[in-house]
């Protein structure tokens, strides 16, 4: 065991040494790397979701209105694009989340008198469950299946539920959630679950100004830092941890060539923190952890990356200022 990061499991049968929980299991793996590390898909608390929504009102987070516009702009020309490629399809989103961005498509959908089920996707049955509630009431004409669980076991079933062929929705630049390498094994894996003639819409948040991007992840009003340091404090409630939040700062980094913007919390001092009664780890001054990665695009990277995971380019939709695109491939 090296001397920079030293973690200690006594063989006391603790609640926590024993635990199955994969979010424990997950936490250890990353602290106990060499660089350490946190998986972001665990920001996602109920505190985080909170923070999460006031980030995308920041005025520095332009992702959110950028791919708004389009979706509310342009919902007439995507959906006649879907219907020249496509005789008829079912529509599945995979992250539904609360339908927001998609509702605007789905509401044109109706209107153009389309025969189609929407199958949201989300690893949230609570999401599920009030978008099977609620989305009805606003769209009172949308027939509606929501799938609980992980993406491909549920594109899976919904595959089995209707023959029809797929527009699969992937919004919000949640690709940009992947490394480039991840990326095209998401895609590739993705492509494997879908058929011929299926179509992906997904979004990419395109390279631009470095400043503004990095802006967009450190707002003047902290709440991207408290979005960060949120994840510490959730592995306090849930964990039985000691993080001191005050013992770390927020620190992002954009890097134009690659488009890589990636974000860390960084140790202020050197500190041990103890998670449960028999585990600690220890905390060089100024040593960090990695904590996600929003990956920036140009259009010949987004073109390259249909073409290598087996989909076919076919539209481009931007906001005005060609900040933001929604790619739509079909599969090869």
Request: proline content about 3%; some cysteine; hydrophobic content about 35%.
């Amino acid at each position: 065991m090296n001397t920079t990061t030293v973690i200690t499991t006594l063989r006391n049968h603790s609640a926590y040494a024993k635990t199955s929980n994969t979010f424990y299991k997950d936490v250890l793996q990353g602290l106990t790397a060499s660089p350490k590390y946190l998986d972001s898909k665990y920001f996602y608390d109920a505190h985080g979701d909170l923070l999460f929504q006031q980030i995308m009102h920041c005025p520095e987070y332009y992702l959110t209105n950028c791919e708004m516009e389009i979706l509310t702009q342009q919902a007439s020309t995507i959906v006649n694009t879907l219907k020249k490629h496509t005789n008829g399809f079912d529509v599945v989103e995979l992250g539904a989340g609360d339908a927001t961005k998609s509702f605007h498509l789905l509401q044109q959908l109706i209107a153009a008198a389309i025969d189609f089920t929407y199958f949201p996707i989300d690893i949230s049955g609570n999401v599920i469950a009030t978008l099977k509630k609620q989305l009805p009431v606003k769209l009172p004409h949308l027939q509606l299946h929501g799938l609980h669980g992980e993406y491909f076991d549920m594109l899976q079933e919904a595959a089995e539920i209707s023959e029809k062929n797929k527009v699969v929705l992937f919004m919000g630049a949640n690709i940009g959630n992947f490394t480039i390498e991840t990326a095209r094994q998401f895609c590739k894996q993705l492509r494997n679950y879908l058929r011929p003639g299926d179509l992906l819409l997904t979004g990419f948040d395109l390279k631009k100004n470095p400043q503004q991007i990095l802006n967009a992840y450190n707002d003047k009003q902290g709440i991207t830092k408290a979005f960060n340091l949120n994840l510490l404090q959730r592995i306090n409630r849930e964990l039985g941890a000691d993080f001191n939040t005050y013992n770390f700062d927020h620190y992002p980094t954009y890097d134009p060539g690659t488009g890589a913007c990636k974000s860390y919390l960084v140790s202020l001092v050197k500190q041990r923190v103890n998670i449960g009664e028999d585990t600690f780890i220890d905390f060089r001054e100024n040593e960090t952890i990695y904590m996600e990665i929003s990956q920036k695009y140009s259009l010949e990277e987004t073109d390259r990356l249909a073409a290598i995971t087996g989909f076919t380019p076919i539209a481009q939709f931007f906001d005005k200022k060609r900040w933001f695109v929604d790619c739509l491939w079909k599969c090869s």
